[in-house]
């Protein structure tokens, strides 16, 4: 099963979406990435029983924080898949890829870039 | 400062420029209202209105609205002191309201001597709202004729508002900036602190003056006769905020004891002529703690009567 | 323990907005347990900050350290010589701890960076009660091992008052009646005698009222 998916993220493993803490949402901002989504296992399926519901609550705490610092909370989101969902994966990329392009680069890469050329 | 905005006798006064004079009453730590309305008669010709003092140093007395009624039944026109000490706004308002359906005209927001200087040391404090605080909150009833709450009020309080000002407490340099706070927030008159230390009470009202402080609220300088050597000692060393000069403890010391109360009069008589030219000083507060009787022979001395007829 | 809550952030982000180098300094006690002001909370609220005055185009320093404790000595002697680096300090200790902070260094603006709500227990996870007043005379051994001054909406002494209903508090009914939990907690433990003792009016000169209160020990003072 060869899916096309966009090319433009990087995927970091975890051994369940439990991992995730805000500070991992927010620091990937911090160094100018443009959006982050966090997939985790179907609810009511994690291995470890609530990791993905931490999860979750993790990322709604991360988008109502960069909301508020002006990086916008529409940024990062969380979906839920079973292992055995390929094409579901590949369509979830393809939704957030859209949905940034048409978002733009975030504040904080612009900011970043400026800075960088002035330092030049 | 020209423009009534309630029927108070002590308003009118010091609206028309006159120097104002008030005094004191205590209620009595009882239920018989004879003790204070004969204090209030005592005084009623010499002064323009009487403040009423609210369980002052915490010891627990008759209720000052009660005795504000009792003196404006006899004609006398009462400040009624209020302290933020032992009622919540709920209370406070409610008293208010109380005291302006007797159309008691004046009042004075205090936040009051804490408990433990009185007889119920054990006892809770409130200070849900502090003096200034009350200041505006009686304002804003006034004014807006609403309740803190927001609610029309039907038939607003019309009370002229007060608020006390220490000149001698520590640290000095925040006397001036709290008394401007305490205008800011709509105090209309101030009663100062008793004054012993005459150069000190003058720099703090030059430095008042220089604010413009004297043109936006009326401020009265406040008078309290020695009885004895041993009430200036006292008051030196007890009494919190207390400024007392050694050279009154010795003028005091050097008269024979019985000789000691009238030197105490002519002290404060003197204190009232000199502060008279003092620039800012709107009246006089005269507070002869138990020793009402007294209050005629110091204002007659003090060539502040007759009081204007307004 | 020392119940906190973590202030806005745009509250925050107000309140440093004019200083250009700041610590975020947390405190790996009371704060920590209740999710509010420790080593995670630092390093979330410095990292939100830094993005917030990126996307502004403002460059300012913003450090992260927690202390073991802001309430003693020792551990805020630890930042004494790095201080100088730093126009403010934003800390997200209870505020016993900022305050002891700001009287440690005199010229050093302290923000706080949680609003201390309470002296209470984890509870469940994400909910902290209120237990203490520290009124400084505790009544426990009389009220069953439950405390009408901290759990009595109207701190009544000889209750329930009329609004007792269904064992929820008239505030709200989510708020348990401290005298139906006292009166179940007498039943339990067969001392409904007890009830019927009337409580005195109570000395509150140890309590917050009769101003700030401190313990001396010369027993361990050296």
């Known amino acids: 099963m060869r899916l096309k998916i966009p090319a433009n993220f990087r995927i970091v493993r975890l051994p369940c979406t439990g991992k995730v803490d805000i500070i991992h949402i927010l620091r990937a901002f911090e160094k100018g990435v443009d959006g982050a989504f966090v997939v985790g296992c179907m609810e009511g399926d994690c291995h470890y029983n609530e990791g993905n519901f931490r999860a979750r609550k993790r990322v709604e705490q991360a988008k109502v924080i960069l909301d508020k610092v002006g990086v916008g909370g529409e940024r990062v989101k969380m979906f839920n898949l079973s292992s055995g969902e390929g094409p579901l994966f590949a369509q979830y990329a393809i939704e957030m890829d859209n949905k940034i392009k048409e978002l733009g680069p975030s504040p904080i890469r612009l900011a970043k870039q400026k800075k960088a050329k002035t330092a030049a | 400062m020209s423009e009534l905005y309630t029927q108070s006798r002590l308003e009118k006064v010091l609206k028309a420029g006159h120097l104002g004079v008030t005094s004191e009453c205590g209620p009595p730590r009882g239920s018989d209202a004879e003790e204070v309305k004969k204090k209030g008669l005592l005084i009623k010709d010499y002064v323009d209105a009487v403040n009423v003092t609210d369980n002052q140093t915490a010891m627990t007395r008759m209720s000052s609205l009660a005795a504000c009624i009792h003196l404006k039944l006899l004609g006398i026109e009462p400040v009624l002191q209020m302290v933020t000490r032992d009622r919540n706004r709920v209370a406070l308002q409610s008293d208010i309201l109380g005291a302006a359906s007797f159309d008691i005209p ?205 | 323990m020392i119940i906190a809550k973590k202030k806005p952030i745009e509250e925050i982000i107000g309140e440093v907005e004019n200083y250009d180098r700041l610590l975020i300094l947390g405190c790996n006690e009371c704060v920590t347990v209740c999710e509010a002001g420790g080593k995670k909370e630092v390093e979330i609220l410095a990292s939100a900050l830094r993005m917030n005055f990126m996307a502004k185009g403002k460059e300012k320093v913003i450090d992260e350290k927690t202390l073991e404790r802001q309430c003693d000595h020792e551990y805020l002697e630890e930042i004494r010589a790095n201080i100088d680096k730093y126009d403010a300090i934003v800390s997200l200790a209870c505020g016993v701890g900022v305050q002891f902070a700001a009287e440690k260094y005199q010229t050093m603006p302290l923000i706080p960076g949680v609003n201390t709500v309470c002296l209470g227990a984890n509870e469940d996870r994400g909910l902290w009660t209120e237990r203490c007043q520290a009124c400084g005379s505790c009544i426990l051994a009389r009220t069953g091992g439950i405390c009408p001054v901290s759990r009595c909406a109207k701190r009544v002494m000889n209750g329930p008052c009329g609004g007792s209903t269904k064992g929820k508090c008239e505030i709200s009914k989510d708020v348990d009646c401290a005298w139906q939990l006292i009166v179940d907690r007498l039943k339990a433990l067969n001392k409904m005698d007890d009830y019927e003792i009337v409580a005195p009016i109570k000395d509150w000169s140890t309590d917050r009222a009769g101003g700030p209160r401190k313990v001396t020990r010369e027993d361990v003072k050296i």
């Open chain 2, 106 to 310: 004046n009042m004075l927001c205090l936040s009051g001597d804490h408990q433990s200087f009185g007889d119920c040391k054990s006892g809770q404090n409130v200070h849900d709202l502090d003096s200034m605080q009350l200041v505006q909150t009686v304002r804003y009833m006034r004014d807006e004729g609403k309740f803190l709450g927001g609610d029309a009020i039907k038939r607003p309080p019309r009370i002229f508002v007060g608020a006390a000002a220490n000149p001698f407490a520590d640290p000095f340099e925040i006397r001036v900036p709290r008394l401007a706070k305490k205008i800011a927030c709509g105090a209309e008159f101030i009663q100062t602190q008793c004054i012993y230390n005459i150069d000190k009470f003058k720099e703090w009202m030059r430095q008042a003056v220089e604010r413009g402080l004297h043109e936006k609220a009326f401020i009265m300088a406040g008078m309290t006769p020695m009885k004895s050597v041993g009430m200036a000692k006292y008051m030196k060393n007890r009494v919190p905020g207390m400024d007392v000069p050694d050279e009154i403890i010795a003028r005091l010391a050097g008269v024979p004891k019985d000789k000691q109360a009238e030197e105490g009069i002519n002290i404060c008589v003197e204190h009232i002529l000199e502060l008279k030219e003092v620039k800012g000083v709107a009246g006089f507060h005269i507070m002869a703690i138990e020793w009402e009787e007294k209050v005629p022979e110091i204002i007659k001395r003090a060539g502040l009567y007759p009081r204007p007829q307004v």
